[in-house]
DNA sequence: AACGGTAACTAAAACGTTTAACTATGAATA
DNA sequence: TATTCATAGTTAAACGTTTTAGTTACCGTT
């Protein structure tokens, strides 16, 4: 690997034996051929010596190493990926219809965790947009150009053709919480999780349960089925009133879905919302009716957004574990960087759920 | 500019005049060299026929252009940086101390619409880590070594002498709530925030306003000074028992800080939080004390976090324009990029903030 | 003395662009 | 007719690396 320079310095004017063009004002890059030329080595030397190759004397790669150190050098991404193939870049995919992708906690605190590991591993995370230059270009064009080694997919409609492309394109690419035949995802157990909160609520005495789902997607069919069979399994009816669509993170439908649940002649003790957000925006619904959450109605979440773990009252939820799955994902991405066989069984990681016991969901 | 290629197709065994090494398995890249045999032109051609220069004829261009596309030409951004030393590349430093920065509402949001203006020009946005590789090097040394063409600092210890020599470089650089001679910034107006806060509080007749403030910044340093002297021109006194440090984000700090305010023999009657997840925890903190915030104690918060919009009670808070924030700051990048003069008086942008009324604040 | 082997190094090509300098052609001008 | 000029193209170098193939020089064997 490379030298590590602790404080760039300014190249001393003695050393500089050629004239390199500036990258910025001021800022002369040294190159190998500086270091080169003050070690009386050749370049191919140099490199060798600086990627710690063995057909080098070890006391010439001291001189080299040394004098690199000195001179400040610092390697040329540019020309090591042009010759390489490689870039050390990971192409992130994380748009929403939106463009508001990064402010969903879920994914935002996926990508930190993902990033975390993949820059400890010598990884850049570029963002994949769906231009080149100002010119509209697919994301898999955009990642060819930018030539990435891999991409992480969360937070983006699987199911354009766009993305769908790349998916199916020979580039390693780890995605979230959508899982495609021979491909390569970590998932959010969400069939589990709801199972879990629907036994939950059924275990303190619920028998009408109503279900807010979100937009249609593999997580919300995951949820959706869990749903009705852990019904079925206890033997209780499922209303189909009862089972709405609204969207994720959207507190105004839910507010509004939950008022036409209220509303019901025979209304829900119990209402599953598709996330924490929206069971927020239920909960104002059900105080504006003039009932008290947790009492006559109950309310479940999901997600175990962080900024509720203090509010009051607790809300029963289910908590995703974001940091796992982004490790998850970012160990997944590096296996397939160094190009390790995958075992079949290992291709669709799923990550535990974690019930959070608040004061929402009232025992009958 | 180069052309569209709405689809990317495997190129045609035809057309392929010379081996070309496979970016990917089964990945053949098509390069300038390709275009220039099939069009029968020197290279030199084909790329200003591309980049749209005005030395080649319309009819060559054109036919340049059409031969591209059918080829599904993609320009190779590492050669092209390589040699322009343009990488249309931006670096983004957001990593606070916990690499948590991402999932801060505040920055993650400026971060979104930030992105938005900068894929819009052509450019895309790379994560700046501490390490090249595995070694450890500045953030300034990162930046050279992808060679970005500007950076955007935001979350990010300012004070550290490694984000200073950053600053200090020549690169183009904007940085969000920070402000240094010299440099270009964009920040969200903090005094007048907190001006119009404690205005606003003043003048619902509260008079012993307490004042909670997190880490050491420049931000926290403005609304602190803010807070004094609207307190002062209104000739209210402040007891510095009221006015406490805690940290931004934090609700168990809050929440403590808050029972250590209310237990004081002369409590505060209106509680200023540095954000508004304090202040909902500060707002727990007063019901599990028996009381109701928003009438024995009153809240504000700040932030204007759009996970509470639906909940009640309604947080006064201050919004921050996170959007408008973003789009400033790639406005100021675009400008340093296209090497603009920028105006002494344009260096530092304010952006306005915006009272939002809510019920946790009793007239007295 | 001749040979083979190895360690340490070098020369040069290559990656895919851009661009400065040059050339050829023909049209316009003096 | 000779000169200038503009247009449309070409050649070749360069950007900073990595890497293949080759070259020494030296040592130990036979």
Chains 1, 2 share one sequence.
Do not use: W
Not at 39 to 67: F, H, M
Not at 159 to 188: H, N
Not at 324 to 348: C, D, F, N, Y
């Amino acid at each position: 690997m490379y030298i590590i320079v602790s404080e760039s310095k300014p190249v001393p004017e003695s050393v500089r034996t050629r004239d390199t063009a500036e990258r910025f004002e001021g800022v002369l890059m040294v190159s190998i051929k500086d270091i080169a030329q003050a070690c009386g080595v050749s370049t191919a030397t140099v490199s060798k010596a600086l990627n710690n190759r063995n057909d080098v004397n070890p006391a010439t790669r001291e001189r080299v190493q040394e004098t690199a150190k000195a001179l400040g050098y610092l390697p040329n991404a540019m020309a090591r990926a042009l010759k390489t193939n490689r870039t050390y870049n990971i192409g992130i995919l994380m748009v929403d219809k939106a463009d508001r992708g990064l402010q969903h906690y879920f994914f935002s605190s996926i990508l930190d965790s993902f990033k975390v590991v993949m820059e400890r591993n010598g990884y850049d995370l570029t963002f994949i947009s769906s231009q080149i230059g100002r010119q509209a270009y697919s994301y898999y064009e955009h990642c060819l150009y930018r030539n990435v080694d891999g991409v992480l997919a969360a937070c983006v409609d699987f199911e354009s053709d766009d993305v769908q492309s790349l998916l199916g394109s020979s580039l390693p690419v780890v995605s979230v919480d959508y899982i495609k035949d021979g491909k390569y995802s970590v998932a959010s157990d969400n069939a589990r999780g709801t199972e879990m909160v629907t036994e939950y609520a059924i275990g303190r005495g619920h028998k009408r349960i109503a279900f807010l789902f979100g937009e249609n997607s593999q997580v919300t069919d995951a949820r959706k089925n869990a749903f009705l069979e852990t019904m079925k399994a206890h033997d209780l009816e499922t209303d189909e009133r009862l089972i709405l669509q609204g969207k994720y993170l959207h507190p105004e439908i839910s507010y509004k879905l939950t008022q036409q649940l209220l509303a019901e002649p025979e209304r829900p003790t119990c209402i599953l919302y598709p996330d924490d957000i929206c069971a927020v925006a239920g909960m104002t619904a059900i105080r504006d009716a003039g009932m008290t959450p947790g009492k006559e109605v109950s309310v479940v979440g999901y997600d175990g957004h962080p900024v509720l773990r203090m509010m009051g009252p607790h809300l029963t939820t289910i908590r995703q574990d974001t940091e796992r799955i982004g490790i998850r994902a970012a160990e997944t991405m590096l296996r397939l960087l160094q190009k390790q066989e995958i075992p079949e069984s290992e291709r669709v990681s799923f990550v535990d759920v974690q019930l959070l016991e608040g004061e929402t969901v009232a025992q009958l």
